[in-house]
């Protein structure tokens, strides 16, 4: 279980202006950071970063919150996997990690182990002695890579017969760390060598660590190419090859290239085409997309094989073209070559050429599969719109169906209607498989959310306010007021104000005891920042405010007035206590007027004292209006 300790940590420990800017180009304006949404599409800068707080939001989509939500929403992770990702990313032990219990070793033994590891193959090859090494030196030679090429890419060669597991006995570690690596083998004698007699081909996660390896055969044996299994660390539909070495000039370009092979890469960064990375003896995921499309924002080339193999993994690719924010593309080299091949022949330029002429995955995929099928017999062409369709299948519902059906139906001579009814049937036949048989679930109304009764509302209905009452308990938000709603942008407005300069507010905590808050979550928030000790530091108000409402960072995050007024934080200060009261003296009065309407269930002098508070209060309503129509209009 991860600790609260733990995640402040972890919070302390993350420049966000660094993590956000992995993908996003930031722009100082005063004291805040400003960019285009990385999950929208924009021109114009909306998204908005404050390195005091912490906080991020983006006035375009509105989404914000704090370094936590910003990994959840770029990385699709869940709230504990976002800090687990953070903290891997900073070098941070958590507590659930400290004990090795039934999990396993701990994960920074295992990152150093495989570092390890990287070290000792690498050794092997650039000062071994004997045939294997030689053996490896030779073949990388073959391709191109001198000592200085393997030098950088941490090439090895891994010699078996026990020498890596001695190595790493040596260094400390224990069998079942090499075993939880995949490393090493359990053997009747102890833990064997998981490699032997191959070259090595180092694979990093993002922040450059060491996180498996990719072992290519010297001999006849087989496989060829033998991979690190799924480990704590390690998780081939989620990793690329040199993606670490890649994604500043995806950002630079736009543009990621996708290969099929390591030496390819290789061969392509030391030609200067730096963008290029390689899947991991896997087919391209929907991960490796959403990975890529974080640093590449336009397109993303597939370099396939023109075999049956580079068509089978071009047909895999089509379920994400309407999942994805980038163009998918794709280049077939002409005589089978692969991009290591063709630049020894061509050179970096021809093959720069080759990718700038890439074509639409959807064209590659109808032209291989149509490719000599007789279409002028009717049986055939039926045949074809069937197994076309089944390929369409994961497009069934999307906007982009319409184009690709009105493609394949120019293809094939049928019309569009029935090209789409061939994909939906397609479709409707693979969920049902997917289901056992089973019925569809259909959904509530798109875009209606949960009110206390169960039912739903309109989004109209949140204008201006989005949450409970009370903490965790949510109320029918079609019931507020607009005089409610209003109070209500007013405290997140205040709570903002507070987060980022709670010394601005603290003189005025005593006036903050009599309102009536509308969400009793801003009231919680507000208390527990006015209880952080003097000259507490922005982050650690954000804090505080998140220990009493989870949902705390992203509520703080929304604030406008900062940003849009030039006013002094004193005058923010001012104008917002002044707001809060007024629409809250306003909520008072409504309330005084109601039960003197049913006065006659009241004692005289009840009724005159209530009368005497709703006179009060209506003076101080006016003496607020014209205090905020000054300050407005100076």
């Known amino acids: 279980m991860i600790t609260d300790e733990d995640k402040e940590r972890v919070r302390q420990a993350t420049d966000i202006l660094q993590l956000v800017g992995e993908t996003v180009e930031l722009r100082r304006r005063g004291a805040d950071f400003w960019g285009c949404c990385p999950f929208h599409h924009e021109k114009s800068p909306s998204f908005h970063v404050n390195p005091s707080t912490g906080l991020w939001k983006c006035f375009g989509c509105g989404e914000g919150g704090d370094l936590f939500a910003y990994v959840m929403k770029r990385e699709s992770l869940d709230f504990p996997d976002s800090i687990r990702y953070l903290a891997d990313r900073a070098g941070i032990e958590l507590s659930e990690e400290r004990t090795a219990g039934p999990s396993g070793p701990k994960r920074n033994r295992l990152i150093d182990c495989l570092a390890a590891a990287e070290g000792f193959y690498s050794t092997l090859l650039m000062r071994g002695r004997g045939e294997g090494p030689a053996a490896g030196r030779a073949y990388l030679a073959g391709r191109g890579f001198g000592s200085a090429v393997c030098r950088r890419w941490g090439l090895g060669y891994a010699p078996g017969h026990g020498q890596l597991v001695s190595h790493l006995r040596s260094k400390g570690f224990s069998p079942q760390e090499m075993l939880a690596c995949d490393l090493a083998l ?23 660590r060491t996180i498996g390896f990719g072992g290519r055969v010297l001999t006849d044996a087989k496989p060829k190419y033998l991979n690190t299994k799924e480990t704590r660390v390690f998780h081939k539909g989620k990793h690329l090859f040199a993606f670490h070495r890649a994604k500043e000039a995806m950002v630079a370009s736009g543009e990621a290239i996708v290969c099929e092979g390591y030496t390819d890469v290789i061969a392509m960064h030391e030609a200067g085409i730096t963008n290029a990375v390689a899947a991991l003896g896997t087919a391209l995921t929907l991960d490796h997309v959403r990975m890529i499309e974080r640093f590449a924002k336009s397109r993303v080339v597939c370099m396939f094989d023109g075999d049956e193999a580079g068509q089978r993994a071009a047909e895999r690719a089509i379920q994400y073209i309407d999942k994805t924010s980038v163009e998918l593309r794709c280049v077939v080299l002409p005589g089978g070559q692969d991009p290591a091949e063709y630049l020894g022949a061509h050179g970096a330029d021809e093959l720069r050429a080759r990718i700038a002429e890439s074509r639409p995955l959807m064209d590659f ?128 407005e205040l709570l903002s104000l507070m987060a980022k300069d709670i010394e601005a507010i603290r003189p005025d905590a005593d006036r903050i005891a009599s309102f009536s808050w509308v969400d009793a979550r801003h009231e919680s928030m507000a208390w527990a920042m006015l209880a952080t000790p003097e000259g507490a530091t922005p982050a650690e108000v954000v804090a505080a405010a998140s220990s009493m409402v989870a949902d705390a960072p992203r509520l703080l995050a929304g604030g406008r007035l900062q940003l849009v007024s030039g006013i002094s934080a004193s005058d923010q200060a001012s104008f917002l206590l002044d707001v809060v009261e007024l629409w809250s003296c306003r909520r008072a009065v409504r309330s005084m007027k109601a039960r003197l309407r049913s006065a006659s269930s009241l004692p005289d002098e009840s009724s005159q004292e209530l009368f005497r508070r709703a006179t009060d209060v209506q003076k101080r309503i006016g003496e607020l209006g014209r205090r905020i129509s000054s300050l407005v209009s100076s």
């Open 186 to 208: 359990d053997g009747r004698g102890g833990p064997r060598d998981r490699f032997f007699d191959r070259v090595m081909f180092p694979i990093h996660d993002e922040q450059g």
């Open 365 to 492: 995929v109808f032209e291989k599969r149509l490719a000599g099928v007789d279409l002028s017999v009717p049986g055939r062409r039926v045949a074809a719109l069937d197994q076309m369709a089944a390929l369409l299948a994961p497009l069934d519902g999307s906007i982009l169906l319409d184009g690709y059906a009105t493609q394949l139906a120019d293809l094939l001579g049928t019309s569009v209607d029935e090209t789409k009814r061939h994909v939906h049937r397609q479709a409707q036949r693979k969920r049902n498989q997917d289901a056992g048989g089973a019925g569809t679930r259909v959904p509530t109304t798109a875009g209606a959310a949960p009110s206390s009764a169960g039912g739903y509302l309109p989004a109209e209905a949140y204008a201006g306010y989005d949450g409970p009452s009370e903490v965790g308990a949510p109320i029918a938000l079609a019931a507020l007021s607009s005089d409610e709603r209003m109070q209500a942008t007013a405290e997140r």
